[in-house]
């Protein structure tokens, strides 16, 4: 499959597309590795170039860090929304009179994002870039409106309300997504659920603490998240395949940690009350999010007459660590300056560290990754060496050894 031709076709041509893609024995796994993942990177890739280097007048530029991590979440958030929503469209088949077929389902939730995937290419540009996507995607609703039929063996007159029921319950998933998203303060990563039967090879061994260990002990969680997946699917039950997908979902959320956030009173000895020589005005906590995929979060707002002010942030990723553990796998770092700001992302020891610092005293930021799990975050218009000195000298190494 010529993927550039592809497409083409399914954007110009998408009623004789869809009967080509019918016929093809594509497997999910290639689909995903040889057509969802080259298009959805160039997707993340725009974003961050539209959002980062160049930014906007009306929103600003996104930090290089989280902007990185925005990518990471963007790219691989991808993949696993075809899956999600091509198990949507299997499971709803026998309610509109169509045929189950898991593998013709995922060509649909595949082929369907094209448009989407080319849509993201003009994030580049903020604002009418965005606008440009919507409009893609939109164009995306009828590409699946011709597909589902083609496919999924339903009757025509269903198409309609098929389509509609998919798209209520992916609205309904996004939503879930961004809320995780927001109560992290920035984007980050999700595992491709159903890449779980890729092998690594039993031959190779790798320092359980190292970068490759790491992720080979992912991919064997993953792996055995897969096989259940593909075990509920073959026992034709609708809860326990359900049950499988959220449970798949859990295990790439939280980079196979699968641990719950701490309570809200362990975070808030992190928020004293007094930060950089100012005292605290506000404490905000939140702990929340479905089963398995909790988060937690303590916040400190200081400020003083004078105008001075800092925010400090204290969030247990929990269910969904895997969002920063991916980050420290890739070895996420860079360095960037101009003659306002000096902005930074490296590692230290075990811990992930971004700087961004103002020249001329403006806000400035300083944020630690603790055990790919913790965030430390603190910002405001004092001196950065108060920021930096000040969440340095909370005792990270009791945070960092939480359980």
């Known amino acids: 499959m010529n993927i550039v031709q592809r497409v083409k076709n399914i954007i110009l041509t ?48 996104v930090s290089f860090f989280w902007g990185l991590i925005g990518l990471v979440w963007h790219l691989v958030m991808s993949i696993v929304a075809v899956f999600v929503i091509g198990f949507i469209i299997d499971a709803l088949a026998p309610s509109f009179g169509g045929q189950k077929n898991f593998n013709q389902a995922i060509k649909v939730a595949a082929y369907s994002y094209t448009p989407g995937f080319v849509g993201g290419l003009f994030t580049i540009i903020p604002i009418l870039g965005s606008l440009v996507a919507i409009l893609f995607a939109l164009y995306g609703l009828y590409v699946l409106y011709l597909g589902l039929p083609k496919l999924m063996k339903n009757p025509d007159d269903k198409t309609i309300v098929y389509e509609i029921v998919v798209v209520v319950v992916a609205i309904v998933f996004y939503i879930f997504v961004g809320a995780v998203a927001a109560m992290m303060t920035g984007g980050a990563m999700l595992g491709a659920a159903a890449l779980g039967s890729a092998q690594v090879p039993s031959v190779r061994t790798y320092d359980r603490d190292s970068a490759m260990g790491k992720l080979d002990a992912f991919s064997k969680k993953m792996e055995e998240a897969g096989k259940k997946m593909e075990a509920a699917q073959k026992s034709g039950d609708p809860n326990k395949q359900m049950e499988a997908a959220m449970a798949t979902l859990g295990t790439a959320m939280s980079g196979g940690k699968g641990v719950d956030p701490v309570q809200i009173d362990a975070l808030k000895p992190y928020v004293p009350d007094s930060f950089v ?77 971004h700087e961004e610092q103002n020249k ?44």
């Open 14 to 61: 998408p009623k004789t597309e869809w009967v080509v893609i019918a016929a093809e024995p594509t497997q999910p796994k290639d689909l995903v590795l040889s057509y969802v993942l080259p298009l959805a990177a160039l997707a993340a890739i725009a974003g961050f170039i539209g959002t980062v280097l160049i930014g906007s007048f009306m929103v600003g530029r």
């Open 277 to 353: 020589g100012l005292p605290r005005t506000d404490l905000r906590t939140e702990r929340g999010g479905a089963a398995g995929f909790m988060t937690a979060k303590a916040e400190g707002v200081y400020n003083d007459t004078a105008g001075k002010n800092a925010t400090l942030e204290v969030v247990d990723t929990g269910g969904v660590a895997g969002l920063m553990g991916l980050a420290s796998w890739m070895n996420v770092q860079g360095e960037r300056e101009n003659a306002d700001r000096r902005e930074s992302t490296r590692k230290e020891g075990t811990r992930l560290v």
């Open 360 to 403: 001329h005293g403006g806000s400035s930021k300083y944020t630690v990754v603790l055990n790919d799990r913790f965030v430390v975050e603190a910002r405001g218009n004092v001196e950065f060496g108060q920021l930096k000195s000040a969440v340095n000298g909370l005792d990270l190494g009791k945070l960092e050894a939480m359980k």
